[in-house]
Each structure stands twice: as structure tokens, then as C-alpha cells.
């Protein structure tokens, strides 16, 4: 399974209502290092598939999303767990920070 295209129209079903711990990727199709963190994105999708959902939002097209998370830097990378936001990480960092962060929360 790869990554899902989260949306202000599946936002509460695919996230809010999950079973699942979520993590989705805040990107824009203009941002340089949101094309870099792409491929660990779905690296990690295929590494926890079945433990966690992973996402990708277009900050671009769901700017009412961005600005309900206060995306003010992209990438950002949030992970929600029981409806709620309790891990955000910013700007392009190693696979490895994103496996720890995952980890701590499941």
C-alpha cells in the first residue's frame, strides 16, 4: 500500500476516524524539499503498511488544513494518533528520525 491523497473532503474519514496511527506529509508540488522527502514518505508507507496510515496533503489545494495545523513550513510532518496531532516534524530530515518518531508513538 502506498501513500493516500488526504483532502478536506477525506480528512475525517481517512484520519480523524482511523483505527490506524496516521502520518501525514504537508507538501507542495513547488517545494524542493518536498520532492526530496518523497521517496522516505513511501519508503516508510511500505515499511509500517498495516501498523500505521500514511498520507500525503497538497498544502496547495487544502490551504484550510494547512492553516487549521498552522503549516507555516513545508514539509511538515505530522502524526496523529486517537484524532489528535501528537508528533510534528519539519523540513527534510533522514529516514531515521521519521522511524524513531513512528516507533515512540505505536
Same mark, same amino acid.
Not at 522527502?37 to 496547495?60: R, S
Not at 507555516?72 to 531515521?96: A, C, E, N, W
Given at each position: ?5 488526504? !483532502? @478536506?473532503? #477525506? &480528512?475525517?474519514?481517512?484520519?480523524? #476516524?482511523?483505527?490506524? !496511527? ?9 517545494? *524542493? ?7 522516505? =514518505?513511501? @519508503?516508510?508507507?511500505? @515499511? ?6 500514511? *498520507?500525503?496533503? #497538497?498544502?496547495?489545494? #487544502? ?5 487549521? &495545523?498552522?503549516? !507555516?513550513?513545508?514539509? !511538515?510532518? =505530522? =502524526? &496523529? ?9 519539519? *523540513? ?12 515512540? =508513538?505505536?
Amino acid at each position: 500500500m502506498s501513500e493516500i491523497v488526504i !483532502t @478536506e473532503q #477525506n &480528512f475525517e474519514t481517512e484520519v480523524l #476516524n482511523s483505527q490506524l !496511527t496516521v502520518l501525514i506529509d504537508f507538501w507542495a508540488p513547488w517545494c *524542493g524539499p518536498c520532492k526530496m522527502l518523497a521517496p522516505v =514518505i513511501e @519508503e516508510i508507507a511500505k @515499511e509500517y503498511e498495516g501498523k500505521i496510515k500514511v *498520507g500525503k496533503l #497538497n498544502t496547495d489545494e #487544502n490551504a484550510n488544513l494547512a492553516a487549521k &495545523f498552522m503549516i !507555516t513550513s513545508i514539509p !511538515t510532518v =505530522i =502524526i &496523529f494518533k486517537d484524532k489528535k496531532p501528537v508528533q510534528t516534524l519539519v *523540513g527534510f530530515r533522514p529516514k531515521t528520525e521519521f522511524k524513531k518518531a513512528v516507533d515512540s =508513538i505505536l
